[in-house]
């Protein structure tokens, strides 16, 4: 996405950030595959894994989930039912999608999971930056 937004010059528009919804992988930098993946494609995959927090549910106004599981952890991390609102599945912003998909976790798989997990989320990106451009003014 951050890629996307640069593409598009709406860096200072669009705030964006990352998280989890378990502690197991905190202050960890991304999986060397996924940055790969990324290189190849001229996206820098960098950050450091942070877990999801309350105020996260204010500050924000979409909490994307990359699977139904994750979806199901952030309804119930929400403070409150305005916050419940705010979740949505990432694939559901891809028009070409299946209903209800998940993004696949690569990191246990071999060959191409991470092209492929890259693939599936440029197409949800740019879904869900039109979708941003037709309900809030950029």
């Not at 929400?78 to 299946?98: C, H, I, Q, T, Y």
């Amino acid at each position: 996405m951050r890629h996307l937004l640069e593409d598009e010059q709406l860096t200072t528009q669009v705030e964006i950030d990352s998280a989890g919804t378990g502690d197991w992988h905190v202050g960890e930098p991304p999986d060397r595959r996924a940055k790969a993946a990324g290189k190849r494609r001229g996206i820098d995959v960098n950050g450091r894994a942070r877990r999801v927090l309350a105020t996260d549910f204010e500050y924000f106004d979409y909490v994307i989930a990359m699977d139904r599981l994750n979806q199901r952890d952030l309804v119930r991390l929400a403070p409150n039912a305005a916050g419940e609102a705010k979740v949505a599945l990432f694939r559901s912003f891809d028009p070409d999608s299946p209903h209800d998909a998940d993004v696949p976790d690569p990191y246990y798989g071999e060959g191409d999971g991470f092209k492929t997990v890259l693939d599936i989320c440029e197409a949800a990106c740019r879904g869900l930056l039109r979708h941003i451009r037709q309900n809030h003014p950029l």
